[in-house]
């Protein structure tokens, strides 16, 4: 994909005024909003569940990118699905059944994306790259947002890219975790489609040039 996606992180905006982030993200230009779910299990920290992505649904209607980090996502997708999420993410690792799992979110009528963290290879969802439309690189161990890039992780990045081309795969690849200005262009080049930005959104005091410099027109 030629067009980089950008989607911001709710995790990193103020949890009591969510509607106006959602707002705030659309209006700043950006294409996707992104909403990280977290269980306590599969991760130590607890963010929000099916409710919260139902009631920010009428804020905007760019597409909603729900990156479940939780155990047993099997129990949760359509309560997501429900909710309005448009593309349901879930992690090889909290998943056995993941060719089930990918059956049943296409069975809502939603896309699915499969993740995995920074001590996970790409191989271990090989088989699976034919059945999604996203795959979701973390570049940070999963769980909190403002953490510092795993630079390694961008390897995986490449290795998706040859992967697709030589199959004529689809997939979008998306990296999440510490992307910010400088290092926005390197996650483009190793050939990430879909840049998910957290605290370095929040924290910029203009979210709309923000947005442009992470476009990076030179890139690609
Ligand atoms: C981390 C989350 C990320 C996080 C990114 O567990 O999956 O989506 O919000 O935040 P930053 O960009 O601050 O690393
Ligand atoms: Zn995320």
Redesign the pocket.
Known sequence: MDKVIIAP?I??ADFSNMGSAVREIENAGADWV?A?VMDGRF?PAITFGPKMIGDLRVFTKIPFDV?L?IEEPEKHIAAFADAGADYITFHAEASIHQHRLVQEIHNLGKKCGISIVPSTPVSLIDCMLQFVELVLI?T?N??????KIIMPCFEKIETLMRIRKERNLNFLISV????NEANAPLARNAGADIL?????FFNAHDKKSFLETLRCTNCR
Do not use: F, R
């Open positions: 992180s995790l990193s992104h990280d991760v990156h980090m973390m940070v999963p769980g909190a947002g403002g953490q999440d975790g510490g992307i998910i930005t957290g605290s370095a």
